[in-house]
């Protein structure tokens, strides 16, 4: 196991470096981490990962060093040769497969794709069950709108559209950006509800909850 390790430290240390790691320190392991993988390697690989990527993946909830390495052992240092988040999605085979026939929906399924990657983002979200993240609230939202099987899908697929935006932009996890983009979409959506409601002649108004 040492010289598996000697030798993977000594792959990792031919990438090019793609931050300063004098000028900018690695930031101290977030709480979630609590603890290390028995199968973690005897190396500072977290170190490794952050000078290649450029940033810190396992600031993301869920995301351990293994599966940032996984990360980087199947689909490289860089995501620059896809357009989107939806399109590394979509080769991940986290996206719907929409089945139309005769302008019909008839299935959403998601295609089947063998991709290590893609197992590595479903195996973190279990991680995410009892986390008190933002990721850790929508996980749990979908389990109970969708069900275990299609919220892990989910999950994994805004794992993946975070880890192409962070990667692309080389900016720190922040999970308010992704908190404030809820709200302002849930803006959007109840602007959109009243102006419905009033081209129908109605008057949209907040539910008022019954407290004693």
Request: proline share 5%.
């Amino acid at each position: 196991m040492a010289e598996c390790d000697g030798e993977i430290e000594e792959q990792l240390a031919a990438f090019d470096a793609k931050i300063d790691v004098a000028a900018q320190p690695l930031p101290s392991a977030k709480v979630h981490r609590r603890h290390l993988y028995t199968n973690e390697p005897s190396f500072d690989l977290r170190g490794y990962l952050y000078r290649i990527f450029g940033v810190d993946l396992t600031a993301i909830p869920g995301i351990s060093v293994l599966t940032a390495h996984t990360l980087l052992s199947e689909v490289g240092p860089d995501l620059s040769r896809f357009r989107s988040g939806a399109a590394f999605a979509s080769w991940l085979g986290l996206c719907p497969d929409n089945d139309i026939s005769g302008g019909r929906k008839l299935s959403v399924k998601t295609r089947p794709v063998s991709n290590r990657a893609a197992g590595a983002l479903r195996m973190a979200v279990n991680g995410l069950y009892k986390s008190q993240t933002w990721l850790g609230n929508f996980f749990r939202r979908m389990r109970a709108k969708l069900g275990a099987p299609k919220a892990i899908t989910a999950t994994a697929h805004k794992l993946a559209r975070i880890i192409f935006q962070i990667l692309s932009t080389r900016q720190p996890y922040d999970e308010s950006v992704f908190a404030k983009s809820e709200q302002v979409a849930r803006q959007r959506l109840e602007a959109k509800l009243k102006t419905q409601a009033m081209a129908l002649g109605f008057q949209l108004v907040p539910a008022v909850s019954n407290r004693a």
